[in-house]
């Protein structure tokens, strides 16, 4: 008889702003921060509103709401573990262990595998458990049919909502482009989620596009086009609104609070463009189903 609990795995956030420093360090992985880089970090935090004591995003907070409702609807154990803040990873396998279950399925808050993405929070997953329990790691939910649903739901409700021509840009984390030199299937899987997207919403194929944002100041080429040149091209194409649509994100953070509604949003006004975004699925029943469905349907592969 298994006893198996679910590891949920999040990106994760600092809980004050001043411990960006800290999280930022640990994101660059013991390479150097440029001071600069550093302030604007700071500063664009500091701009999604939020006084000095409180959490500057809140992934944090909607992480921990996606674990409550997911133990709800699972029936077993959730523990939260982040990559980059704490409780780590290892410290949520350690929890599990030592309440004796000998069965983790991995499951992280982002639907595209990537060499620079999933693949590290599988290795800091494998690593922890070091062959102490069984594992199940899902590797990639990006064409999953309830998320892909959920997503094309979102999409029709604010074009219904008075933007029905708007040309639809489906958006992502960009990555350092040299993941094209391994065979990475990171830009192909974020077009077939789009694609399914667009096609379950009724969307024609003119009609929409993808483009990568978020793109970090590390002096290496990124994955393009960034959305903020796209939004100009479209505009140049005769493109008189946008409706983004992040596929590779599932929830409210500083690259959405941040770079799509402010940034892009701004852009867009520059340039004359109609700007909206669907609402993210964060902990809405319907994301909780469908995360549930993926994790039921892993345990029901360790019991067969
Ligand atoms: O709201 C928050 O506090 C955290 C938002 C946040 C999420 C997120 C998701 C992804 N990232 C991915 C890749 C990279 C690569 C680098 C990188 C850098 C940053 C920085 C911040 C940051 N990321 Fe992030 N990411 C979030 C936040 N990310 C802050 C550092 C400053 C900056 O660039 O703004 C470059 C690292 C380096 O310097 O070498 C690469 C990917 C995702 C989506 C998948 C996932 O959630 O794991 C991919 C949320």
Do not use: K
């Not at 990106?11 to 013991?30: E, H, N, Q, W």
């Not at 997953?125 to 062959?131: M, Q």
């Not at 505009?235 to 941040?258: N, Q, Y």
Request: aromatic share 6%; proline share 6%; glycine share 8%.
């Amino acid at each position: 008889m298994t006893s198996p609990a679910l590891i949920l795995m999040a990106y994760g956030s600092p809980d004050r702003l001043a411990d960006v420093p800290d999280y930022y360090a640990d994101i660059r992985g013991g390479r150097p921060v440029a001071p600069a880089h550093l302030d604007d970090l700071v500063a664009r935090y500091r701009a999604l509103g939020i006084d000095d004591s409180a959490a500057p995003s809140p992934l944090n907070a909607i992480t921990e709401d996606t674990r409550g409702a997911l133990e709800r609807s699972l029936g077993i154990p959730v523990l939260t573990g982040m990559r980059h803040w704490d409780p780590r990873i290892a410290t949520a396998v350690e929890g599990a262990l030592e309440r004796g279950h000998d069965t983790l399925v991995g499951l992280v808050l982002a639907p595209h595998w990537s060499s620079l993405s999933i693949a590290r929070y599988e290795s800091l997953f494998d690593e922890a458990v070091a062959g102490r329990a069984e594992t199940r790691f899902v590797r990639e939910w990006s064409s999953d049919p309830a998320f892909v649903d959920l997503l094309s739901r979102r999409l029709r409700g604010v074009r219904a909502a008075g933007l029905s021509d708007a040309h639809v840009v489906f958006t992502a984390h960009s990555l350092p482009a040299r993941i094209l030199d391994t065979g990475d299937t990171y830009s192909e899987a974020l077009l077939e989620t789009s694609r399914l997207v667009a096609e379950a919403a009724g969307i024609g194929e003119r009609d929409w596009s993808f483009a990568f944002q978020s793109e970090s100041p590390t002096g290496e080429p990124w994955l393009g086009p960034d959305i903020l040149e796209h939004l100009a091209a479209l505009r140049d194409d005769g493109v008189s609104a946008v409706v983004a649509c992040p596929v590779g994100f599932v929830s409210d953070h500083l690259e959405i609070r941040w770079d799509l509604d402010v940034e892009a949003a701004e852009r867009a006004r520059e340039i004359g463009l109609g700007f909206a975004r669907i609402e993210m699925p964060n902990a809405a029943p319907d994301m909780i189903e469908a995360l549930a469905g993926i994790v039921r349907r892993e345990l029901a592969a360790v019991a067969s």
